[in-house]
């Protein structure tokens, strides 16, 4: 059976094939078209799906005529009447039927338990809004799913995070890791006030409908304050829901839906003691529920191995002139092999840099030109891991940068280190990524330092780079080599 799952019509058009329990292949919208978050398909993507087919059956992400009876309940007529808004109306244009319609949140749920390496778990999956659904909990075993608990819109973790994302100036449901990174610079002073006016607890409620944002609240207010103080009050009702999810007994928690991709909040929950071992698909928001509707299908565990499943670069990984560049420029891209199916570089479409001394991260961001408060994220060799960072009691490794951890050796790495001393880190092993983990392993060698600097090799304002012209492209605008 080979199935094409697809997501789009989102704020992260994705595409993924499935045959039988192999992930043959899972991209984005984005890294074809150059639109960042691009919302639709475009040719290019659709044409290299092809390449995967005939398929047997395709499958869609979420239902749309239930998503329209809550865009009618939240007075979004125009969307909910338009036919343009349907996704069989988006998908006609490249000869694609959807056969099969699967729930928003079932979507997630699978996308979670049927690529982790649990027989049975609790799956807690909490986003902003799909249809209704906006936190829900399923306890799963022997492949089957059984949903327990249900948080409906307008009571929406999701939604209110990204209320104060646009409230701080930001793009909603695209920069909220802007807003979680600048929540370490800020003092919780608001969060009393958040209570007050917008947020219940146990059960998790919303005293207003936060969809359209707030407005002007807080005129006065620092950003980073607010930052500091939404960041808290969302760990805090985080941390209730994963304690009801721990209450359904399993210590294998399946979390899903993307407030998943919170690192920051991941590292506070992964200590709180109330599970084993926690699994987050690499792509745990809407673009992962192109994975995550075909699994809902199929009801089938995948033969997961890593996020590494889209456009191909042929050739090694070039190791040797990796270092070669490192050693005499301190900075180096590389773009080979298969692009990671997610937010973050792994190392197969990464900038890498050394990362030691105080001149590098100016050095990247003189590239990166982003907001000077934002460090960059650690690779490091998992064998070492417990040496440089004290990762959360749950989290074994972190091959996905899924956490946060303090790092123990702070002020010889500051490119890495975020100001509340906590970096973003990904563990490298040879079975996560043989070639990645061969650079690291010969650049201890050389240098004694198991870390690069590992930061998405992107052009300011355009996606992470996908084919070989991208490279081309971002070397001939940065005099970076591109590998
Ligand atoms: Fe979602």
Redo the contacts with the bound molecule.
Sequence with gaps: MKILGINCMNHDAAMAVVDGTEILWAAHSERYSKVKNDHYLNWAIVNEAMTYGPFDKVVYYEKPLLKKTRQFYAGQYSTALSYTEMPQWHLERFGIKIDEYVK??DS?AAAGYFTSPFDEAVVLTV????EWDTVSISVAKDNKLERKETIQYPHSLGILYSAFTHRCGLKPAEEEYILMGMSAYGKPIYKDDIYEDFVEQNPFKLKQNLHRGLSDWHPEADVMDLARSIQDVTIECLANLWQRASKYGSRNLVYA??VALNCAANQVLANLGLFDNIWIIPNP??AG?SIGCIAASEKMHLNWKHPFLGHNIEGEYPVDAVIKELTENKMVGVANGRAEFGPRALGNRSLLADPRGQDIKDLVNGIKKRQKFRPFAPAILEEDVNEYFTLPTAVKNTPYMQFTAPCVRGKDFPAIIHYDNTSRVQTVSKSDNPGFYELLKTWKAKTGCPILLNTSLNIKGQPIVNDVADGKAFEKKYGVKVL
């Design positions: 928003h949140h997630h986003d902003a809004i799909g839906g993307g928001g809407d529920s």
